[in-house]
């Protein structure tokens, strides 16, 4: 007879049992603490014990090579045991040391200038492994703290630059480094709640790697709660820009200027602005005989400003299409396709009177149809559809014969010099340019498409009697004007009075008045 063999089999299968449960528990602890809790499993013996969230680490850089522990300070300035084997791996890698040496010699520097102090409380925005906080507890300034989505205690703990779990005004120094501003979605959210924390008079300092003038002004616009204290290069790859909040938080309002014995209005923007400018594409200062194909080409050879400069620091970035008609008309052909946005999102808007194209816009995300026309005041208005010789699908919306203001609804009995011949449609008309004011600020980088059948010349002299013409970044413009018919040679258009040297007169004067529009068509 064999030996009998259930009992050992029984206490195997048990001690199976209990060994894969031992390695259910720690799974489950490392998923919670890693991807729920967002901490590293440096911390504590895999991941059951985390550091207590008042241990603040100091110890030399190069120290962390020779041992793998370190003294301890509690935030009370009393000292606690060591902790052998507590030190994350990460801390003694050379390029975590790198890092540390680098903010060192940055945050002691500006001890040297006053604008940091062993006493300030600090924040270190959006750091993942906290060499730069490690280098402010190293130099002395032991209150100090980072946050990131997710956390590296006891150097970093939960939050986000936009979102930060602290209460107002509760630091004396905010650093944003490694681009962290010009990199985020949000960059907006992060300057609002950067605000809100930092103590008034309290210094902000921010790291980026844009070295042009532009960004550089659209920082200081963008945190317009404070006033500029120096900015360097360090190193040749970093600009340093120091910042110091107002003791009273207040914000720039877009205003107007108009220089003596001259017309032109100009908008309150530097030199930076006018050099701009002077790289864009020069006007087409002859008359076109074929307009439709020299406008056309021109457009090839616009200079976007989002190709000459850093558009990162900006609150939000807004694409305004006046006259959009279509969604795949301008919007998907060519702003979407083709207008460099540097990985941008655009909130964008779609002005379009016409009824015929309102369904394109019924269930697309991230565009607002304002299903009105463009207009200098809020009052109905008549609008005739005009058909132009050759042109047969005017009932679509699709012809060349689009919608244009006949008059206005007060003007009575429908005179004006204006003779219809198209069918006469009525619409509601809104002030644009109070619209505009209401809904962008100088903090947004703007970019505007008009299109709008020869009301440009009533919508761009009001956007300057408001000053709203100061809070577009970026103009693109078509001029109507009474020019040579593609379908009929030797005759004009008899739907636009204007000439085209009007219409140069007020690109010219645009420009003047430094705003950077383009000729479009």
Known sequence: MEPSVGKPSFLRNILVRLFLFCVLVIALRFAYVVTIRGESCDLGDFCFFALPDNFNVVAGVGQLEKSSSSAVISSAGQATPSMPNKIPDLWATKGFQKSVHFYSSVFQDLISEAV???????????????????????????????????????????????????????????????????????????????????????????????????????????????????????????????????????????????????????????????????????????????????????????????????????????????????????????????YPKQNKTFDIYAIEADKTFHNDYKYKKGVTLLPYAAWVKNESLFFEINEDPGHKNVEKGRGMGRIQPVQSSSGGDGGGGFKSSGDVDQIRGFDFADWLKNTVTERDYVVMKMDVEGTEFDLIPRLFETGAICLIDELFLECHYNRWQKCCPGERSKKYEKTYGQCLDLFTSLRKSRVLVHQWW
């Open 116 to 338: 940091l102090s062993p006493n300030f409380k600090t924040l270190c925005v959006d750091t993942a492994m906290g060499a730069d906080v490690f280098a402010l507890r190293e130099i002395g300034v032991e209150d100090s703290i980072g946050i990131s989505k997710k956390a590296f205690k006891p150097l970093v703990i939960s939050g986000q630059g936009f979102k930060q779990p602290f209460g107002d005004e509760t630091f004396d120094f905010v650093f944003c480094g490694a681009g962290v501003v010009e990199k985020s979605v949000r960059p907006g959210a992060i300057v609002v709640e950067i605000g809100r924390t930092l103590k008034p008079e309290g210094f902000l300092v921010v790291h980026t790697a844009s070295n042009d003038t532009y960004s550089f002004e659209s920082l200081l616009s963008l945190f317009n709660f404070c006033k500029l204290v120096r900015s360097r290069d360090i190193g040749g790859f970093v600009r340093e820009i120091v910042l110091q909040k107002d003791s009273e938080e207040g914000s720039i309002k877009p205003s107007i200027e108009k220089s003596s014995g001259d017309s032109v209005i100009k908008c309150p923007v530097r030199s930076y602005k006018q050099e701009l400018i002077k790289k864009a594409e020069p006007l087409i200062e002859e008359e076109p005989k074929k307009p439709w194909i020299t406008l056309k080409k021109n457009a090839q050879k616009i200079k976007y400003l989002s190709a000459m400069v850093d558009i990162s620091f900006s609150s939000r970035y807004v694409y305004v299409d006046v006259g959009a008609r279509s969604y795949g008309s301008s919007i998907v052909s060519w702003f979407k396709k083709q």
